[in-house]
Structure formats: structure tokens, C-alpha cells
């Protein structure tokens, strides 16, 4: 039957393993299919590091939530530096 024709295999994390791995499960495929394969998991590799840096990006605060609380920090002490001057 068709449909037990092919395996799932599973490839590791690290991107050189995951080549060699393709490249010993498809040693007598077509060249070109092979380097389709290894051209998806760049792909997907790629994504996979954006869509990391995005996600760490996302958890600094941005630098005018920064910017405000140092400027409302100065005005506090300002205000308390006015409070004790007049009696």
C-alpha cells in the first residue's frame, strides 16, 4: 500500500545532525528532492532563531517606558525638593 511506503523520522535539534540525517535517509532518492528537504529545514531553521529573538525582544521593556519613569522619577524629586523649602 501507498501509505506504508514512507517513515517519519524525526530530526534532531542541531542543524548539521539534521543534514546528515537526511542525507542517510535519502542516499538513493533524486538529487533534487533531496535539496528541496535541506532547503525547507533552512527555511524552518531560520524562522525558528526570528521567531526566538522576537520572543526575547518582546520581554525587555522599550526604552520609552524607560525614558518615562526616569522623567516622572525626576519630577517626584522635585516636588519633594519643593516641599521641604517652603515652610
Request: aromatic fraction near 4%.
Amino acid at each position: 500500500m501507498p501509505k506504508n511506503l514512507w517513515e517519519r523520522v524525526n530530526l534532531p535539534r542541531n542543524y548539521e545532525k539534521a543534514l546528515e540525517t537526511i542525507d542517510n535517509n535519502l542516499l538513493y532518492w533524486p538529487k533534487l528532492l533531496q535539496h528541496k528537504i535541506k532547503q525547507r529545514l533552512t527555511k524552518m531553521t531560520q524562522m525558528r532563531q526570528k521567531l526566538a529573538l522576537k520572543t526575547r525582544e518582546k520581554i525587555t521593556t522599550p526604552r520609552r517606558d524607560i525614558k518615562r519613569e526616569s522623567r516622572r522619577e525626576e519630577k517626584v524629586v522635585k516636588a519633594a525638593v519643593l516641599d521641604k523649602v517652603t515652610p
